[in-house]
């Protein structure tokens, strides 16, 4: 059975323990779906190339795809969240190495690309329960407007566009990537996008 058919509640153990969890997670003990679209899967791919060419030469830690699974929310036992991009430094990694299952402290960057079918308020959820964990650098990218909003604990909001350049001081050292390298090359104005081939 599909596990969104299911309508008991779950704890995080039994959340862990599904065959079939791969793009869910767990709200407060009920399941929700993820939705990330092609785009949105092809951006977080860029982020995470850009991320790994700082991180993995100087070993500072490691960088996670949207499954894995972070339940270090104050007060939440049973929410278990996937942001879409992790960063965690290697030094808070127990024994150096990252958890097999559930991750039960914050990552250092937590990144959110926002796909077609993400509503508003559940993406400002997101950033508010990450705020709450005391995540110390949030990045929201939008493929819409091809900007990245960057929340930081003190309240700090940036907005980049795409000519600025997106940091991670001082979590990731020296990381520096243009806005625009985030997202799939822009369809150039003079060329219309082309049509589907016609049929015989």
Same mark, same amino acid.
């Given at each position: ?92 990694? !127990? @024994?150096? /190495? $990252? ?7 914050? *990552?250092?960057?937590?990144? &959110?690309?926002? #796909? ?56 990731? !050292? @020296?990381? /520096? $990537? ?7 090359? *822009?369809?150039?104005?003079? &060329?219309?996008? #082309? ?6």
């Amino acid at each position: 059975m599909n596990v969104l058919a299911r309508p008991l509640r779950l704890t995080a153990e039994e959340f862990e323990a599904l065959a079939d969890g791969k793009g869910l997670e767990l709200i407060d003990g009920r399941v929700r779906a993820k939705y990330m679209g092609s785009e949105s899967a092809t951006i977080n791919a860029l982020i995470v190339h850009h991320l790994l060419l700082v991180v993995r030469p100087a070993r500072l830690g490691v960088v996670l795809d949207s499954e894995g699974m972070y339940r270090c929310f104050p007060n939440r036992p049973d929410r278990i969240r996937k942001p879409d991009v992790t960063f965690i430094q290697q030094d808070r990694l !127990p @024994g150096g /190495r $990252v958890p097999k299952g559930i991750i039960p402290f914050r *990552p250092d960057i937590a990144v &959110e690309v926002v #796909s077609p079918k993400d509503l508003y308020d559940q993406v400002d959820e997101k950033v508010v329960d990450y705020l709450a964990a005391g995540v110390p650098l949030i990045w929201v990218v939008s493929p819409a407007t091809r900007t990245v909003l960057v929340y930081q604990p003190d309240g700090a909001v940036r907005r980049l566009t795409e000519p600025d350049a997106l940091t991670a001081d001082p979590v990731i !050292p @020296g990381f /520096r $990537v243009t806005v625009a390298d985030l997202f799939p090359y *822009p369809l150039d104005p003079a &060329e219309p996008e #082309s049509e589907p081939a016609a049929g015989p």
